[in-house]
């Protein structure tokens, strides 16, 4: 009896063992669940196929090719060729980087003075508060379409530039709204307190202190911002207030769109807008998941 009992208790030390917690192996892709991979490779490949346009396209994506007016897709010209006879396969990818380009610039001119008046009206006083809260109202209070086609019309001659500062100017209303409540929920935080009393100027404590704490909650509208910049780009083209012709951007393709109708080329409109609706859907899916990220971290606290 003894010496069953001897076998099944052990009389062990303090430290006989160490226990070491226990590391669950997760399943392959756990870590990517709810992500939007495949938007990112997506979106990865026509960038990068627009940045190195020079290795993809195997047309002059600027000639004319008179022989093959609004030639259907072929083994020569892969997308078909337009009206004007030039090679669509190639202006993809030409013009891609215009409209890419376009949808960047927009975006940093739109996160530079909505966040600079978010800041600045959220930790004013209530009185500027209000007063700076008027302009928004007052320029959302006309359609956004009606003031850039009037700011394009009266600009001129009309380049990359000109068409991204309309669009930003026209479009920071938003997010300054959404800067300004967040700035109004922290400006009374101990830290922001203590850098005011230490004589911090407003800067300072807007790029240390600010935008620090509220930079992931206003990523869905940055990044949004660069599918409607590049939406609002294709809708000017298409009305004739976009890029002039000589431009080739994906816009400016689409404004093709009633000749083509016309003549009963669809390649013409399908595969400009196919890449642009593809590239906007990408963008706007990256967007929702930081905005998802942001909501479940909110209900974790």
């Not at 609002?232 to 004739?240: C, D, Q, R, V």
Request: with cysteine; proline share 3%.
């Amino acid at each position: 009896m003894a010496g069953k009992c001897a076998e099944q208790f052990v009389i062990v030390g303090a430290n006989y063992k160490i226990h070491a917690s226990e590391v669950k192996k997760q399943p392959f892709g756990h870590g990517l669940k709810g992500k939007p991979i495949l938007s990112i490779i997506i979106l990865g490949i026509i960038v990068l196929g627009c940045i190195f346009a020079e290795k993809v396209y195997n047309h002059d994506p600027t000639g004319f090719y008179l022989e093959n007016l609004s030639e259907a897709p072929n083994a020569n010209f892969y997308f078909g060729t337009d009206s004007l006879g030039r090679d669509i396969f190639s202006m993809i990818w030409y013009g891609g980087r215009v409209s890419i380009i376009i949808g960047l610039l927009s975006m940093v001119i739109i996160t530079i003075i909505g966040v600079s008046y978010g800041c600045i009206s959220g930790i004013a006083n209530s009185r500027i508060d209000v007063g700076m809260m008027r302009v928004p109202e007052l320029i959302n209070s006309v359609p956004i379409l009606l003031l850039v086609l009037l700011l394009t019309s009266i600009m001129g001659t009309r380049n990359i530039m000109k068409i991204s500062l309309v669009i930003g100017v026209t479009g920071w209303c938003a997010l300054a709204r959404l800067v300004r409540s967040e700035v109004r929920q922290i400006r009374n935080s101990e830290y922001v307190l203590a850098a005011r009393c230490m004589g911090g100027n407003f800067l300072h404590i807007m790029c240390r202190h600010l935008i620090p704490n509220f930079i992931s909650t206003i990523m869905f509208v940055v990044v949004s911002s660069i599918s409607s910049s590049m939406s609002m780009e294709s809708t000017l083209s298409f009305l004739g207030l976009g890029l002039p012709v000589d431009v080739i951007s994906w816009g400016s393709m689409l404004s093709l769109a009633n000749k083509a109708l016309l003549l009963n080329t669809w390649w013409v409109i399908i595969i400009p807008g196919a890449f642009l609706v593809t590239t906007l859907v990408c963008i706007t899916n990256i967007a929702y998941y930081f905005r998802k990220e942001v909501t479940k971290r909110e209900n974790m606290l």
